[in-house]
Every structure is written in structure tokens, then in C-alpha cells.
């Protein structure tokens, strides 16, 4: 630690030494300046073909980036009228490189990306940029756009109203502006389509994530999901509900203030403790002590829950534990307003850290569906996975990754560590000159709020803009009401009102205004000092105007605006009021840096209470029982910058945490993003392979030389026979006498077979039969193994009993029964193929030629997302009447060869299951 501080005092820090090595390329870009402004406006277009022609020669993107930077620079000048500072072109060039920029709030990142967005797209494998909300992404695309279109590069943008069509039209532009959560969820659905063509995407070029904090860190722990419909339990989460208010918290020690260890104690000791379960707040946990279980059985049974003579404890009604643990977790750990909010009928999560709602997100596993039946509203049927991805891996798929924020040197550890990204702080173009003062910390809630008020009372008198950041929707309305009751005029912007997001950011920074705001992470608006002369330009003129009527109103607007300007800023400019502090400093650093923007002035100031989630978690009632015995009294603050360290040293405790939790979260999911990367690529090479009757003949091949190795190895005997027969009859559908028993003759026999159903209906119609025989196998197997993955997970950590480690088990089971999918897709696949028969009907029938195949059964049978199973059925119905159309000129009719398995008829695996709870699923 002291030969670093030593280091970084004789040769800078590895940040000033990044910044170092950027300054030459920022002098070649500039000393291209004048020959990019000799340019005629048809000149750029031609430039850019000049560029790619010269990447086809061999040179690279670095060669011609002075070239290029300049270019895309004096385009925006002309274009905009913004021309990038020498910190902008920092930058871009960090973001050209696979890194991170850090640049403050303020300092125009959305003009930073259009340089390294334009070099990139000259190879033309594409471009995205990835933005948190559409809004954003329209908007950023539609200001640009002008811009590269100017130089002769199209722009598109993906937006969550889109059909596929537009989509794919959209991924075909040379850069392509989108959110986070459309990209992935495309990948997603690109990866179930059962035709090549109606993917949507082109690959994983080169990405620029914008606010990359918010997206890689914040949600990095919240998978994408498409789900399809799943088993109804609905009305067991009404059941449940209802008996929640019977259970009791468990009494803790008063001397260690924790719940005494169930273990340790005497069974005398055990039956006289009170309570029915245990709460860990910190990780939203809730587990059920012995008398609880026991309460949970006696409920069961009293309102005719569960069978007689069974109890919770048997297999079949067990799950009943897992409702009431949600019910109770939804009950006691998820308050409204807070995690969630009721709008509509429906629950709906917001986002703790930018207070919005997360549209169409629920909670995993039950518990959305347990809060539903709490604030008593529409239970929605729960889904099962058809495809999921974290933002960890779906962003590790990208050749190269950059991104930018106002954020990242606190989680610069985090970066390199999960995504191999440095992070680079690009120095201001002004200095800062916000006043960023200690925090007040009050004993009490009531006190903290009062004081708030009171300062912001004191700010409104005099004009200056004040923008609060509180930390939930609840708390917002609580200061709003205090305000109200001051008179005071203010705008509320939480997850209830986020459609007006944009006008109540833009005017924040206006005289006298105060604005109230669930966390500042990702709004994408400048607060500018003394308002915004383009939202009121079109609030003027409104939007139907033409251009030179937005240009007239903009110019009086902009007039006023300077005086506005010069007004706030003598008043002390923005003064920014944390409620509270958040958990990971980042949050409170993207509060803060809403003031103080372009070198304006500005103040920031937090107030703390000893009751915030923070302090009261990490702190206890015996740091504010210290502060009563030094004397501190309520509606007294203390102010020292010992308490800042103090608390900026436990926000360090949660981060370090929270990485952990990431860090346990990617090394279990790099398990499932491994096979799920094998499985879409194996399905990718079966929709585009035009010889699928070789890929069934080599499984086939494969699987003989198998059974006959082990015949020929073993005893000849009747037993040794009767196996290597049956398997050929069960897996083929072929019934062979002992005298015709040579591996070449059977193989011959398989080879005949195909040839002659490929002649009877031709090899591009039975490559289709035999593709979506595959697909079919692939997605329902997949779904059973992202099941099975997950009941793993829950499972293995039981294993850390038995000293054997959690992720090392889960590896092992893991890639084991995901063999055993693969071996069974091929098998399967490869036996459904032989077994079909194709007959020649006499006369030409109507479009039902398709006689149920036990197999065609499955499915029809078979769980869909909805945008996907009209694809499945369309594929379905095309390869039916591919089999029934055949190039013979006659109707063909697929029969069955063995005999059918009613629903519920035993297995024939010999599971002892029913064939509807076993492989009939």
C-alpha cells in the first residue's frame, strides 16, 4: 500500500498516467482539423467510402482514427454546432479503445460517442448503443442522426413498440441505438426462432453502453426472462395469504440482540421458545423455525389443505413451505411504495436505484405472486423459463465493450474483474466548482425531515433551484406533504409520474423551483442553470411547428434564458439535498453531480438520520445509543467529518458485499451461459444445414458401434442378444431376427430407410421435417434443463455441510445431466426420424393429412412463448404439409409404427411415473 503511494507521487497515478497517453492523438486529431473544414459537404459521404476501401487494404481502425475523429467532429460543428472539446475527444478515444470513460454530468457524452460510433461502423459489422429507457434511445438517435447521416452512415433504433420486420431493418444500419433490456431480450427470441431468416440480429460487433453503471453493476443481479405458461397454483397463494397474520417473529436475546441458535439449546430450552420464524433484513430472508413448521402442518390440515394422514414434511406437500415463506417475505420485507407500487390492478417493481417502475419485471420464484395476493389483486399465472441471460454475460458477448457515465471509479475493481474493463476519469473542461459540504446526522427520523424542510424554506426565499434526492416513492410523498403543508411549490418525479421525467428535470435548474426525485441515476436531461430554453422553445411553438418557427421561438427564449442564467448562478446555483445515504456511493455521487455542471456553482449537502436503512443496518441501536451518552439531543445535528468517514467506510462494508454476491451470481451463471452458448450455436448450425439426413445417420452410426462393441465385448448370451435387439427395435423401430444381427447390414437397412423417404418426398421437404423434428427437441429438452439448473442451485448449497464446495458440485451436475440432454436430443431426434413411415394415399384429402404421430402429439402439447409459438406452429404446419405435398405428385399420410401411449399409461422409460409426468410432459 505505501510503495503504491510512493509510486504514485513520483509518477502520477495510473488514471493521470492514462490521461497522459491520450493527449498525442488528441493533437493528431486536431491537426486534422483544418482538412476536415476544407471538406464540401458531398466530400464527407466520399471520405467515408475512402476510409472502408482503405480498412479492406489492410490498415486498421487506429490508422485512420485522427482521420476519422476529425471528420465525424467537424460534421457535428456543422451539423449541430457543436464542436468537441479537446476532454470530449479523451473521451471518444477511450471509448474507441474497450474502456470505460468517466466524464462528470454535464460535459456532453452523448456527442462523445458519435466519434468512436462512426469509426467503428466503417467495418461494417455494426454498431450499438446502448441506452436505459427508449426515450433515451429515440432521442439520442434522433438528435445524431443528422449528424451521421451527413457523413454518410445510417442510424437506426430498436424500440419495444417494434415488429420483427422493423427490427431487423433497424440491426442492419450501420449504428444502432437501443436499450439494454430490448437488446437482450432480442437475443433471446432470435435464439427460439425455428427460421433462419426471421432473426433479427446480425452479431456482436462493438457496443457503447451509456450510464454503464446503472446497467452492468445495478442490474447485473436481474436476469432477462422470457417465460411461457406454467402450472396454475394461483389459488394456493390465496390459501396462504390468508393464514399469514397467525405466525410470530421469533423472540431475540436481548443481550446479543440476535435469535438464539435452535441447536444449542436443551429440548426443554427449544420447547419454550416463542415464535415462528427468523428474519435476515439484510438479505430479504425469512426461515421457519421447528414450532413454525409445526404450525404450518397443523393449518394445512385444519382447512383441508393437504390430504389426510400425509404431512408438510412428505414430498407431495412440501412446496406449501415455500408458499408461506414468500407470503411472509412479501408481507413483512416488501413494503408499498417502497419496492413496489399498485398501479392499474397490477404490482409493479421499481427500480431502487433510478425510481422507476420496471415495466413488464416481476418477482421470481412466487414472490410477485404472493405480493399480488397480499394487496389483494389479480394473481397472474406463474410462467416457466423458456429462455433466460444475465446483462453480465449477454454484454460479455460483445468483441468489444466500452461505456460511459458520470460513475465508475468507485466499482473500477468490479470492471476489470467481471468484464476485463478500465475505467479512465476524463478530466472537466471547466473545474469544478461545487461546494460539496459535510453531512448533518440527526438522532431521529422526525428531526432529519424537519431540517430538510426548513432548508429548502430557506433556498425557496431567496430563489436558489433545489433538486432533493430521496431513496423510495414513500418517502418522496412524506417531504412533498411537508412542503405542501409550508407552501412551498414543488414537482414530485418518482415511478408513479415518470412519463413527465424529462419537462420536470428540464426545469429543474429554474429560479426558485424545487424538485423532489426518487435517485438521479440514468435521467439522460441536463439540469441547467435557469431552466431550459429548448423545452419552452417547443412549449411555445408546440411540436406540429416548422423549423424556422422552433428557430424563432428558440431565440427569444434563449434571450430570457441568459438573464435566468446569470440570476441562479449569483444566487449559488443548483443546491442539491440528499435524504439520505445510499448503500453504494456511486448512487450519492450521481446525485451530487447534477450540480455544478460546465464550471457552474453549485452546493451539496446530505441529512442523515440514526433511523436510515444505512445506519440502522450497519450502525445498530448502539451507535445511537453512543450518541445519546455523549449528549447529542433530538433536533440537534452533529457535523464532523469523522462521522463522513465513518459512514463512507460502511457503504465500503455493502459495496464490497454486494460485489460478492455479483461475483457468486456470474460464476454460477458462466455454468449455464457455457451450455446455453453450446445450445444456440448447435441450433443455429441445424437451421442453416441443408444434409440433415447425415447428421441422423452419423448419430445412428454412432450409437450402433456403441451397442455392437459392447455385444461383441461381452458374453455372447441370450441376455447380451435380447439387449442389443431391443435397443435397435426402441430406438429405430426396427424388429431383427438373432440371424440378422450384423452391424454393417443394420446400418444398411437405416441408409435404405432414409434414402427412400427422401426420395419419395424430396431432400429439401424432408430436410425441413427432419429440422424441426430437431428444433423441437432442442427447445423442450432446454427447458427442462433450465429448470433442473435451477432447482440445482437452490439445492447444492446444502452440499457445504458435507465440506464439499457449492459452485464446484454445481459444475459437476450440471455439465453431467446437460450430456445426458445432448445424447438424448441426438437419440431421440435420430429415432423419430426412422420410425416415421411415409405411405401414398389414393386420393387427394383435405389439409388434415397429418395422422397424429405420438410424437406430433407432444408437440402440439409443448409450452410456447407467445411470439414464439406462432413460429413453432407455422414451421409445424409447413413441415406437415411438406410430408403430405411430396415431389411424387401424391398425397402422403405419416402413420405410427408402434403403439400409442395413453396419458396415463406407465412410462415405457420404467420410471414407475405416469407417460403425462414423465416423458409425456
Known amino acids: 500500500m505505501l510503495v503504491d503511494k510512493v509510486l504514485s507521487v513520483i509518477f502520477g497515478s495510473q488514471n493521470e498516467r492514462d490521461v497522459k497517453k491520450l493527449k498525442p492523438i488528441v493533437e493528431a486529431i486536431n491537426a486534422k482539423e483544418s482538412w476536415a473544414q476544407s471538406l464540401a459537404a458531398e466530400d464527407f459521404p466520399k471520405q467515408t467510402q475512402i476510409f472502408k476501401e482503405r480498412l479492406a487494404k489492410g490498415e486498421t481502425l487506429d490508422d485512420i482514427l485522427p482521420e476519422a475523429f476529425a471528420l465525424a467532429r467537424e460534421a457535428a460543428r456543422r451539423v449541430r454546432g457543436e464542436r468537441a472539446y479537446d476532454v470530449q475527444l479523451m473521451g471518444s478515444i477511450v471509448l474507441h479503445s474497450g474502456r470505460i470513460t468517466e466524464m462528470k454530468t454535464g460535459e456532453g457524452k452523448t456527442l462523445v460517442a458519435v466519434a468512436p460510433s462512426y469509426l467503428n461502423s466503417l467495418t461494417g459489422k455494426g454498431v450499438h448503443v446502448v441506452t436505459v429507457n427508449d426515450y433515451l434511445a429515440e432521442r439520442d438517435a434522433s438528435t445524431m442522426r443528422p449528424v451521421f447521416s451527413y457523413l454518410g452512415v445510417t442510424v437506426g433504433t430498436i424500440l419495444s413498440s417494434m415488429d420483427n420486420a422493423t427490427r431487423k431493418e433497424n440491426y442492419n444500419c450501420d449504428i444502432t441505438y437501443g436499450t439494454n433490456n430490448e437488446f437482450g431480450f432480442d437475443y433471446l427470441r432470435d435464439n ?143 413494503e408499498k411504495d417502497v419496492e413496489y407500487v399498485v398501479r392499474d390492478g397490477k404490482v409493479e417493481i421499481v427500480d431502487e436505484f433510478t425510481g422507476r417502475i420496471l415495466e413488464g419485471r416481476r418477482y421470481s420464484d412466487g414472490l410477485h405472486q404472493a405480493i399480488e395476493a397480499k394487496e389483494h389483486v389479480k394473481i397472474a399465472q406463474r410462467n416457466r423459463t423458456m429462455a433466460t441471460v444475465t446483462f453480465q454475460n449477454f454484454f460479455r458477448m460483445y468483441e468489444k465493450l466500452s461505456g460511459m457515465t458520470g460513475t465508475a471509479a468507485t466499482e473500477a475493481v468490479e470492471f476489470n474483474k467481471i468484464y476485463k474493463l478500465d475505467v479512465v476519469v476524463i478530466p472537466t473542461n471547466r473545474p469544478v466548482a461545487r461546494k460539496d459540504e459535510n453531512d448533518e446526522v440527526y438522532l431521529n427520523e422526525e428531526d432529519k425531515w424537519n431540517a430538510i424542510a426548513k432548508e429548502i424554506s430557506e433556498a425557496h426565499k431567496k430563489g436558489q433551484p433545489v433538486l432533493v434526492g430521496t431513496v423510495s416513492v414513500e418517502k418522496s410523498e412524506h417531504l412533498s406533504n411537508l412542503l405542501t403543508r409550508l407552501g412551498i411549490p414543488h414537482e414530485v418525479l418518482n415511478a408513479k409520474n415518470h412519463a413527465r421525467e424529462a419537462m420536470i428535470i428540464a426545469e429543474a435548474g429554474a429560479k426558485g423551483a424545487v424538485t423532489v426525485a426518487t435517485n438521479m441515476a440514468g435521467r439522460g436531461t441536463d439540469i441547467k442553470l435557469g431552466g431550459n430554453p429548448e423545452s419552452r422553445a417547443l412549449k411555445r411553438c408546440g411540436t406540429e411547428a416548422t423549423p424556422e418557427q422552433y428557430e424563432a421561438a428558440y431565440k427569444i427564449e434563449k434571450e430570457k434564458w441568459l438573464k435566468d442564467y446569470e440570476e441562479v448562478k449569483s444566487l449559488g446555483g443548483l443546491y442539491v439535498i440528499g435524504s439520505e445515504r445510499h448503500e453504494s456511493r456511486r448512487i450519492d455521487n450521481q446525485l451530487r453531480g447534477r450540480s455544478g455542471r460546465q464550471g457552474d456553482p453549485g452546493r451539496s449537502k446530505f441529512f442523515i438520520s440514526m433511523d436510515d436503512d444505512l445506519m440502522r443496518l450497519f450502525g445498530g441501536d448502539r451507535m445511537k445509543n453512543i450518541m445519546k451518552r455523549i449528549g447529542m439531543q433530538p433536533g440537534e445535528p452533529i457535523d464532523h467529518p469523522w462521522l463522513n468517514k465513518g459512514i463512507e467506510k460502511a457503504q465500503k462494508k455493502v459495496e464490497e458485499r454486494n460485489f460478492e454476491i455479483r461475483k457468486n451470481l456470474i460464476d454460477y451463471d458462466d455454468v449455464l451461459n457455457e451450455q446455453r452458448e453450446y445450445i444456440y450455436q448447435q441450433r443455429d448450425d441445424i437451421l442453416v444445414d441443408e444434409n440433415l439426413t447425415d447428421r441422423v445417420m452419423d448419430t445412428a452410426k454412432e450409437y450402433l458401434n456403441d451397442w455392437f462393441y459392447q455385444y461383441e465385448h461381452g458374453k455372447k448370451n441370450a441376455g447380451g442378444q435380447k439387449t442389443l435387439i431391443d435397443n435397435i427395435r426402441n430406438t429405430f423401430g426396427l424388429q431383427l431376427s438373432p440371424d440378422y444381427l ?180
Not at 433484513?281 to 393437504?306: A, C, P, W, Y
Not at 426420424?833 to 402440439?860: N, S
Open 742 to 921: 450384423e452391424k454393417d447390414k443394420v446400418i444398411s437397412i437405416l441408409q435404405n430407410d432414409l434414402t427412400e423417404k427422401l426420395t419419395l418426398i424430396g431432400k429439401e421437404q424432408f430436410n425441413m421435417f427432419i429440422r424441426y423434428q430437431y428444433i423441437q427437441q432442442i427447445d423442450r429438452k432446454w427447458l427442462d434443463q433450465l429448470e433442473y439448473l435451477d432447482g440445482l442451485r437452490e439445492a447444492v448449497h446444502l452440499r457445504s455441510y458435507g465440506s464439499k464446495n457449492p459452485l464446484t458440485e454445481y459444475k459437476i451436475d450440471g455439465f453431467n445431466r446437460f450430456d445426458e440432454m445432448i445424447e438424448q436430443i441426438r437419440i431421440d431426434t435420430a429415432g423419430r426420424i426412422f420410425k416415421v413411415r411415409i405411405q401414398i394415399a389414393p386420393a387427394p384429402m383435405p389439409q388434415r393429412q397429418v395422422q397424429g404421430t405420438a410424437q406430433h402429439e407432444e408437440a402440439q402439447s409443448m409450452s410456447q412463448q407467445a411470439a414464439s409459438n406462432r413460429m413453432a406452429q407455422q414451421a409445424q404446419q409447413q413441415a406437415s404439409r411438406t410430408m403430405a405435398g411430396a415431389s411424387t405428385g401424391h398425397n402422403v399420410t405419416v402413420t405410427r409404427i408402434a403403439p400409442k401411449i395413453g396419458r396415463n399409461d406407465p412410462c415405457p422409460c420404467g420410471s414407475g411415473k405416469k407417460y403425462k409426468n414423465c416423458h409425456g410432459r
Open 192 to 334: 427460439m426462432q425455428v427460421d433462419i431468416d426471421r432473426k433479427v440480429q446480425r452479431g456482436f460487433n462493438y457496443c457503447i453502453v451509456d450510464e454503464i453503471d446503472s446497467i452492468l453493476i445495478d442490474e447485473a443481479r436481474t436476469p432477462l426472462i422470457i417465460s411461457g405458461a406454467g402450472e396454475d397454483d394461483t389459488f394456493k397463494f390465496y390459501e396462504v395469504d390468508k393464514y399469514v397474520d397467525l405466525f410470530e417473529e421469533m423472540e431475540k436475546d436481548p443481550k446479543t440482540n440476535d435469535y438464539p441458535e435452535e441447536t444449542e439449546l436443551t429440548p426443554e430450552q427449544r420447547a419454550a421458545l416463542k415464535g415462528d420464524y427468523k428474519i435476515d433484513e439484510k438479505s430479504k430472508r425469512v426461515s421457519f423455525t421447528n414450532k413454525g413448521m409445526n404450525k404450518i402442518d397443523d393449518i394445512l390440515h385444519q382447512h383441508n389443505l393437504i390430504e389426510p394422514g400425509t404431512t408438510v414434511f412428505d414430498e407431495q406437500n412440501f412446496e406449501y413451505v415455500h408458499y408461506f415463506t414468500q407470503a411472509l417475505r412479501a408481507h413483512i420485507l416488501y
